[in-house]
């Protein structure tokens, strides 16, 4: 079917005036504002038009990249069942975010978070000979994790649409050849979104296997920390940074230990504010559940836990999870924000700059009260001390230590993996070598978070009147706003006219006809980020001229008529 305006009266362009109460960050203020989504429950969302216009643009460019990369679609359950999760483990390491139903015949299942074991299960079927290999398979699909923090709008869902591919080898070199292609792949489709997208090395997390990177856009709003090093182009997830043990000693303990009274004070600022010190003079205590008994795990207050080096804590329980507050306070007999390492019956781990502090500031185990002038060694026994904290700004480039890193916030747009023969050993997914022996294939998985980038792209490209769009994946490339539609016939006829051209050419436009204040089209406009935008009014008319304006730079110039298409032409990204 021949492409066609769209008519502003009958479009549902749900628009609210009034900024969201909830909404934190632009894109998600902007999605609901310009009615791309609306909230059905906490991080599942409904699409509405202008929102899946988008949506589907952004999911063919993903597509046309890898098809040409050589990948093919399926489409696989989002209902998954427990066996196959159990022959991967996973149905017991996954955790809460994994949704668990049963159905009528009291068979257990999950909604699928991510795909490897079905796919596997397909290479296991369809695969015998290493002649059918390589083969990579993808799907656009809906995805479930039941977050424990949703937010951001879709961002941070719980239901989201994830693209999945996964790549099927004989050997590891045929894997790092596909994982190479695929790595080429997502650098065209970030750049066809229009997203300044860097990839950067990460951790493989649950998921398993070892050389993994994610792609992230570079926002203030992102929830990663990026470590940068420009001297020697190093781009890490902070949580990817080992720290080498810090320099320098334990300063001799010069107080006596006692116990302060701290009324009303639960976290680490407000102790720092009600002492007057910094948190650098403070110690964070936190406990996990471990295997065999909880685990005691203590960092400098200004320092934050890294997950994944204390999930290298022996008999700790992965994935970590954090002892209840009522769990916390039968062992110490305090609230969370009042305990602290001193006399407790428990395996403490120290971080290896919380273990230089001398004369610190703890909790006493006793609500409302800490001890100051603590000392290891003195008033507590030496701890286990490993590396635990996050990297922070100045900390070491690990391939340049002499060099220190600069932080960045990131949105994590995809991620990449080689999974090696994790899930094809556990899955049974083997297929025949030339010497016809059977062997496990080697796999990798690619995943983009197709929901969040719609989100990403808004981040990177707003502006305090809505969302700039680039050209790629706007919902309409133009917008016609005749003035007058109602009135006058010649401003009817033209604007018709134009935007039945505009059409022909291959654009994609919305033709505000509605009987509107042109302030409002023109605050509506710009809030739904079209590129390009042409008023029609009677006095250019007379001169045989429109108004265009580019959304991105604002500028405005008089066009003729006959030279609309080639002034947005020129104007195009
Ligand atoms: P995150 O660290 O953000 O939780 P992840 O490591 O769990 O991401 P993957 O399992 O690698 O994510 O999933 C592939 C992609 O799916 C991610 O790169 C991200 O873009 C997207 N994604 C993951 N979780 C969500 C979510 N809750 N909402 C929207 N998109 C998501
Ligand atoms: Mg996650």
């Not at 504002?33 to 952004?58: D, E, Q, T």
């Not at 949704?99 to 369809?126: K, S, Y």
Request: charged share 25%.
């Amino acid at each position: 079917m021949a492409n066609h305006p769209y008519h502003a009266s009958r479009y549902l362009l749900a628009t609210l005036k009034e900024t969201p109460a909830d909404a934190e960050i632009a894109s998600h203020r902007l999605m609901l504002r310009a009615g791309m989504i609306r909230r059905v429950a906490a991080g599942v969302y409904n699409w509405l038009p202008v929102g899946h216009r988008v949506l589907s643009k952004v999911q063919a460019i993903i597509r046309e990249e890898l098809n040409a990369a050589g990948a093919q679609e399926v489409l696989m359950p989002a209902v998954q069942p427990a066996e196959l999760w159990q022959q991967s483990g996973r149905w017991k390491d996954y955790g809460p975010e994994l949704l668990r139903m049963t159905d009528r015949h009291q068979r257990e299942f999950c909604f699928g978070p991510t795909h490897e074991e079905v796919v596997t299960m397909i290479a296991r079927n369809e695969i015998r000979s290493y002649r059918q290999l390589p083969m990579n398979l993808y799907q656009v699909q809906t995805k479930f994790r039941d977050e424990i923090r949703p937010r951001f709008g879709v961002m941070r869902a719980r239901e989201f649409i994830m693209k999945d591919a996964y790549s099927f080898d004989l050997d590891r070199e045929g894997m790092e050849r596909a994982y190479e292609i695929m790595r080429r792949a997502y650098v065209r489709i970030f750049e066809r979104l229009g997203l300044d997208a860097r990839a950067v090395a990460a951790d493989s997390g649950a998921i398993g296997g070892s050389v993994s990177h994610e792609f992230h856009v570079l926002a203030d709003s992102g929830e990663d920390g990026i470590a940068l090093c420009d001297a020697v182009d190093f781009a890490a997830n902070v949580e990817t940074i080992d720290l080498p043990a810090p320099a320098g000693s334990r300063p001799e303990a010069r107080e006596t230990m006692q116990v302060v009274d701290t009324p009303n004070v639960h976290t680490i600022d407000e102790l720092c504010a009600f002492l007057d010190v910094p948190a650098s003079r403070t110690l964070k205590t936190l406990v996990f559940e471990g295997e065999h008994e909880p685990v005691v795990v203590v960092l400098r207050g200004d320092h934050e836990l890294n997950g994944v080096k204390a999930e290298r804590i022996e008999g700790i329980t992965t994935p970590l999870r954090m002892a209840s507050a009522t769990g916390i306070e039968s062992l110490t007999g305090a609230e969370p924000g009042s305990i602290g390492p001193v006399g407790l019956k428990l395996r403490v781990i120290a971080d290896q700059d919380a273990v230089l502090l001398a004369d610190f500031i703890c909790g006493a185990n006793e609500n409302d009260k800490h001890r100051t002038g603590v000392n290891w060694g003195r008033d507590l026994p030496e701890p286990e001390v490993m590396d635990l904290r996050k990297a922070v700004e100045g900390d070491p480039c690990p391939t340049a230590p002499d060099k220190p890193i600069t932080i960045r916030r990131g949105i994590e747009v995809g991620h990449i993996f080689q999974l090696g023969t994790k899930y094809s050993e556990s899955l049974d997914a083997t297929c025949l070598d030339d010497a016809g022996r059977a062997r496990p294939m080697f796999m990798g998985c690619y995943g983009i978070g197709v929901t969040r980038v719609v989100a990403a792209a808004i981040e990177q490209h707003n502006d305090e009147n809505g969302i700039i769009w680039p050209e790629s994946i706007a919902p309409f490339q133009v917008g016609v706003v005749p003035i007058g539609y109602h009135k006058s016939d010649e401003v009817r006829r033209v604007s018709d006219e134009i935007a039945a051209s505009l059409c022909e050419a291959g654009y994609e436009v919305l033709l505000d006809e509605r009987n509107e204040r042109p302030g409002v089209m023109f605050a509506e406009m710009d809030l739904l980020g079209l590129p390009h935008r042409l008023v029609v009014g009677e006095r250019g008319l007379k001169n045989g001229t429109v108004e265009y304006r580019k959304r991105r730079s604002g500028e405005t110039i008089e066009v003729p008529l006959d030279d609309i298409i080639t002034a947005i032409g020129d104007n195009a990204d």
